[in-house]
């Protein structure tokens, strides 16, 4: 019988996988809705859940990482919470959306503890860990209005790849920017394999990608991952005075040149992702992962 390879997207364990996240990813999604104000929702709160607040005001909605005690990491439920406020983001009466974060970080990335059951043993998760990806990253690639990071403070794996999906990249001066993978036996995702080789040139990307190089906000800057740089102290004020300015712009004039830009790299987008989550699925049943987890919980490592 034949065996899939790494790149062969289409087997039956795959598909069976991905209807069962599809069907607790949909109850999740409809459970959370009910609560939720999506259509219409500006100037109000959209939309509340424990780690992710979601606030529509002056034409901006805004997704906020509300876990600070763990430094904004992602749990699964986040990522589920996250893909239900960009669907009532792209519906509502806002113009802009924007992603902030509660505290001293932006996010360290996902929850390494999404991988520990209760008795803190390691769970094969990794088949509905890759479907989860591929469909929040594939949220963020159709995501029809500008996009904004305000990256208030260090930001770690996936919190720095997704921002090559972002129209806006604005980070306080005491932000970083971090990809450890090399050091977790994990591998780029959010197509930033793609999106950074192009934006920085593929030396620059090796170094973050490759070899996990930490960068400073203005080394992100000088590489075309942050759009600007400001000082910690006036950036609160000047990043929501120049976005509530961005906000009073065509609504129907951005989402047309936004899809146009997107289109031409749309489908280049959808097979990075998942090219990158079926390799993922293999580096996460690999020692190499198991180890760096392992390494973390017993507080051995830290980035
Ligand atoms: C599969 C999808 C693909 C995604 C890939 C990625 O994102 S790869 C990138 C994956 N990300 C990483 O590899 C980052 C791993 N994290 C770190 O290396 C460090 O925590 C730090 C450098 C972010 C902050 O160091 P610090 O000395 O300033 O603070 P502190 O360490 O005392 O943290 C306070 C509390 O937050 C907790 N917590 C924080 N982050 C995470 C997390 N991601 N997970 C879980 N927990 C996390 C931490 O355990 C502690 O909890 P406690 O003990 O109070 O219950």
């Known amino acids: 019988m034949h065996k899939p390879g790494v790149f062969d997207f289409d087997n039956k364990a795959k598909q069976d996988a991905r209807k069962e996240t599809a069907m607790d990813l949909k109850s999740s999604l409809s459970s959370s809705e009910t609560s939720s104000q999506g259509k219409g929702g500006a100037d109000k ?75 803190g043993e390691i769970q094969d998760k990794v088949t509905m860990c890759a479907v989860l990806l591929r469909e929040f990253v594939n949220t963020f690639i159709d995501f029809p209005k500008p996009l904004v990071a305000v990256v208030n403070g260090p930001a770690v794996g996936i919190a720095v790849t997704l921002l090559g999906l972002f129209d806006a990249v604005y980070a306080s001066d005491r932000a970083t920017f971090h990809t450890p993978f090399i050091h977790l036996g994990q591998n780029p995702e959010a197509c930033s394999s793609y999106t950074f080789p192009k934006m920085m040139g593929s030396a620059k990307a090796a170094e973050m990608l490759l070899f996990g190089k930490k960068l400073t906000a203005r080394e992100a800057w000088a590489q075309g991952l942050v759009t600007e740089v400001f000082p910690e102290s006036t950036f609160e004020t000047e990043v929501w005075t120049r976005l509530k300015t961005y906000a009073k712009l065509s609504p129907n004039g951005m989402r047309v040149f936004k899809e146009l830009i997107r289109n031409h790299e749309r489908q280049k987008l959808y097979t990075v992702n998942a090219e990158e989550c079926a390799v993922g699925q293999e580096r996460l049943k690999s020692e190499e992962w198991k180890d760096a987890l392992r390494n973390f919980l017993s507080r051995k490592a830290k980035l």
């Open 45 to 119: 709160k959209a939309q509340e859940s424990k780690d992710i607040l979601v606030t529509s005001e002056d034409g901006i909605t805004t997704i906020t990482f509300n876990r600070p005690s763990k430094k904004n990491a992602i749990s699964f439920q986040m990522y589920k919470d996250i893909m239900l406020a960009l669907k009532n983001a792209s519906t509502d009466n806002s113009v802009i959306t924007v992603f902030t974060g509660v505290g001293d970080y932006y996010s360290s990335g996902n929850d390494l503890r999404n991988f520990i059951n209760d008795a």
